[in-house]
């Protein structure tokens, strides 16, 4: 076949010329801010993050403040205010269950509101999801080469844990930003540093004090004296105030401290309420002693106990919780509270416990200062719902905060008392059973809020519950028996700025990230856990012996 000739103006004829592309009209870039905003408020907030990516200005409208606060109410503020018991009866309208920037009900979380443009809703979003998943960063601080004897004690306020222990003395570390030792100070009492009996036995932070730049301490000894310590957060160091003379009392085995109030309580089971005179932070030291206002003798107090004080309107609540061994029940939880006035006096003091009514103490306490409420004496036998009796074992730790007791046990459950308390009534509810550990619960801590955190000893499993509203409804009680009433901390790799994996360690005070951490198998837990609005702290001992505080992150 013969080819047909070429031909260029054939050629040019039949070339296709280039057809234009038609964009469509770009109308988003049309719309004002105020409408963009109001289509982004429908968005579930998977999509909303989606838009971060899209542009400049849709990474700046879909951040906007409004936008996760409204988030930040109606997924963690509106859920919580509508689980508590009686909140309409409380004079709150079903309307402020609702989201609006002005009638809104905030409850607890009303203090982030008043900070105005100060609060970042959407990192404050971003830190409750992560709790409510249970994810986090994980790092660890050594801060003991060695056991210490008697155990190191460790209290968490505010981004600063306290320790103490005998060895290193009392220390403060940091725990926002670059973790470190902050300030230490040596505890050796009429310089005789081998004497066992100047060991720190026990430990309290003033949390009622608000200051951003001290921190009030107390620190209990073997040999009975106590000691009033301040925090200078901004110069880096410990100061100590007073120091109380050594008592024929024995150890004191738990203290609190609430300026101008302080409480101890004695191996002996003496508990003594002192009252400082009014004095300011920065003092170096205060010169006249405290006053001694009550002191009580207990016969049925016995460990782990744990006290408390908290302040109302017309007086102080003192509060000692305990456990309490019963006949045939087992181990059972008991309260004292010690009212005083605000002029210091002695107003009365009520004793109740969670034991079923037909079974008697053990012990029965020859105080004739402490008398139970006529309202226990008046309660009839409570009938325990199935997956709710308490736990027959010792509890290993005891965590108060009002109203919320919180017991745990070494067969793998906690147990949760709901403390109904008012001028008239001291009642601790029926004890709910909470299931979801693998392994003996070693320590536990509640916030007043209801939420709570548990420490397994060995393992390192932790779990975070909510325990506001308690175990009342058949959905709680249904979830709780199921063992899904808590979320299990998984940690997740932390990445370093510089990609670096693992950082060396080689004394106290060095911290070690971890791009993948796992608990070693054969570390313990020393039965402290604490933990603030950002993170979780645990005090964990390796098999060599070191000791490291262990901070899971959610911020």
């Known amino acids: 076949m013969v080819k047909r000739p070429f031909s260029d103006a054939e050629d040019v004829a039949v070339s296709p010329s280039k057809r234009l592309r038609r964009h469509p009209a770009d109308r988003l870039s049309a719309l004002s801010d105020e409408i963009v905003l109001r289509t982004l408020s429908f968005l579930p907030i998977s999509s909303l993050v989606v838009c971060h990516r899209l542009s400049r200005r849709f990474y700046t409208l879909s951040g906007d403040s409004q936008l996760w606060k409204s988030a930040y109410y109606n997924r963690f503020v509106k859920p919580r205010a509508s689980r508590i018991p009686g909140i309409r009866d409380q004079g709150v309208s079903s309307a402020s269950l609702f989201y609006s920037s002005r009638i809104s009900k905030w409850l607890e979380d009303d203090h982030l509101v008043k900070r105005g443009n100060k609060t970042n809703w959407k990192k404050q979003y971003k830190l409750r999801h992560n709790w409510s998943k249970g994810s986090c960063d994980v790092s660890e601080i050594q801060i003991a080469e060695r056991p210490s004897l008697p155990p190191m004690l460790v209290r968490l306020h505010e981004d600063v844990v306290i320790t103490a222990d005998k060895a290193y003395g009392l220390r403060a570390w940091i725990m926002k930003g670059s973790q470190r030792l902050l300030a230490s100070l040596d505890l050796i009492l009429d310089g005789k540093q081998e004497e066992v009996w100047d060991a720190p036995t026990s430990l309290a932070i003033d949390t009622s004090y608000s200051s951003l730049l001290s921190l009030r301490i107390s620190v209990g000894f073997a040999d009975g004296r106590f000691g009033v310590y301040v925090l200078n957060k901004g110069s880096g160091s410990l100061t100590c105030q007073y120091m109380h003379a050594a008592s024929t009392n024995g150890t004191v085995s738990a203290i609190a401290y609430a300026a101008p109030y302080l409480v101890t309580m004695t191996d002996a089971q003496l508990l003594s309420l002192y009252s400082f005179p ?56 008991g309260l004292q509270e010690l009212h005083i006035s605000t002029e210091g006096t002695v107003i009365h003091s009520r004793l109740t416990s969670a034991a079923n009514q037909g079974f008697t103490p053990l012990f029965v306490s020859s105080s004739g200062f402490s008398t139970p ?89 932790i779990r975070v519950w909510e325990l506001e509203g308690g175990i009342s409804s058949t959905t709680s009680r249904k979830r709780v028996a199921a063992g899904q009433a808590s979320i299990q901390i998984r940690p997740e790799p932390k990445h370093s700025e510089h990609g670096s994996g693992v950082s060396g360690m080689s004394g106290p005070g060095r911290q070690r990230s971890h791009t993948g951490y796992a608990v070693d198998e054969i570390s313990t837990t020393k039965g402290w856990v604490g933990f603030d ?12 012996g070191t000791q490291a505080l262990v901070v899971y992150d959610f911020s």
């Open 373 to 461: 409420t006529s309202e226990a004496d008046d309660t009839q036998p409570r009938n325990a719902q199935p997956g709710s009796l308490p736990s027959l074992t010792k509890p290993t730790s005891l965590s108060y905060s009002h109203p919320y007791l919180l017991a745990s046990h070494p067969d793998n459950t906690l147990t949760l008392y709901l403390v109904q308390s008012n001028e008239t009534t001291l009642v601790v509810g029926n004890g709910s059973r909470l299931w979801g550990h693998t392994s003996s619960v070693s320590g536990a801590h509640v916030g007043d809020r209801g939420k709570a955190v548990s420490v397994s000893a060995h393992g390192g499993e």
């Open 533 to 544: 609005e950002e993170k979780v702290v645990v005090l964990r001992e390796k098999g060599q």
């Open 278 to 333: 009014p004095q300011s932070a920065d003092v170096d030291f205060i010169s006249d002693p405290p006053r001694l206002l009550a002191s009580l003798k207990s016969h049925t107090a016995w460990p782990p106990l744990t006290l408390s004080i908290r302040t109302s309107l017309s007086s102080i609540v003192i509060s000692i919780a305990y456990a309490l061994p019963t006949y045939l029940s087992g181990w059972s939880v």
